[in-house]
């Protein structure tokens, strides 16, 4: 079966014609950089720590952030400056220590982990005959006590998000299909999920870990659904436009693939 993740979504509804170039023509001219090779490291620390509290997540961290760097294309290493590289691992050894106190914080004790990056490949059928699946990797779900399950996305960050990133209708998608197809996978009612953003702050010089929650009821579940049909019919039927707004953010812009 095909499939479509949510980042791939999202890559879609920024501009069809740069889905098509990255999904359909597997064009990739973004090998990473520092703040992935960063991302990549803490997400880690942080999976390997909530399963189980006594592991180093420090030293986690490091290895998986030296792996990731010295699996980047040379140039790319070539561009990142010795002293960032230091910056990087002095941040990330502060900030893998305060996730799960972050979660503690939060939550308080009352919570187990049901799981850490739980893959979801669930068949979409909702509104349309599609033949495609939903792809995702939840990075934690928790249960509490009244019987809720929590799912959480670790976001990493410089110092937060602003209010317009927190609303944004598309970014908060991302929770919104990743309850609906854990509840499909699980049968289990949406009712009893909630779902969360969890921001890993680089840069903060407190309050490193910040989780909010981020509702999804019938009516944003239905809205979410929608676009996504609509796009997998433009692609089905490949019909890739440009959108010309998010030309100057675009790798692509001005190179042979998009004059």
């Known amino acids: 079966m095909p499939h479509i993740s949510f980042s791939a979504f999202k890559n879609w509804t920024t501009c069809p014609f740069y889905y098509k170039l990255t999904y359909e023509d597997r064009i990739n001219l973004f090998n990473g950089n520092e703040y992935t090779v960063f991302g990549t490291a803490i997400h880690e620390a942080c999976e390997y720590k909530v399963q189980d509290p006594n592991v180093d997540e420090q030293k986690i961290f490091l290895e998986s952030f030296q792996k990731n760097l010295d699996s980047l294309p040379e140039d790319a290493r070539l561009k990142i400056a010795d002293k960032t590289i230091d910056d990087m691992k002095e941040q990330g050894l502060a900030l893998s220590v305060e996730a799960l106190p972050g979660l503690k914080d939060y939550f308080g004790d009352d919570f187990e982990v049901f799981s850490t990056e739980e893959q979801i490949m669930q068949p979409i059928t909702e509104h349309f005959d599609s033949k495609y699946d939903f792809k995702g990797f939840i990075d934690l779900v928790v249960k509490t006590s009244d019987g809720k399950y929590h799912i959480i996305d670790w976001k990493t960050c410089s110092w937060g998000w602003n209010l317009q990133r927190r609303s944004d209708k598309i970014t908060t998608y991302q929770l919104t299909f990743y309850k609906h197809y854990f509840c499909q996978k699980h049968n289990i009612d949406p009712s009893q999920v909630e779902t969360h953003f969890g921001l890993l702050k680089r840069t903060a010089s407190k309050d490193k870990v910040e989780l909010f929650r ?9 809205n979410a659904l929608n676009i996504l049909g609509n796009a997998l019919y ?11 707004l998010s030309c100057q953010r675009c790798e692509f812009h001005k190179t042979e693939y998009c004059p």
């Open 234 to 244: 433009n692609i089905d039927n490949k019909k890739f436009m440009k959108n010309k």
């Open 214 to 222: 981020v509702t999804s009821g019938d009516k944003k579940t239905a």
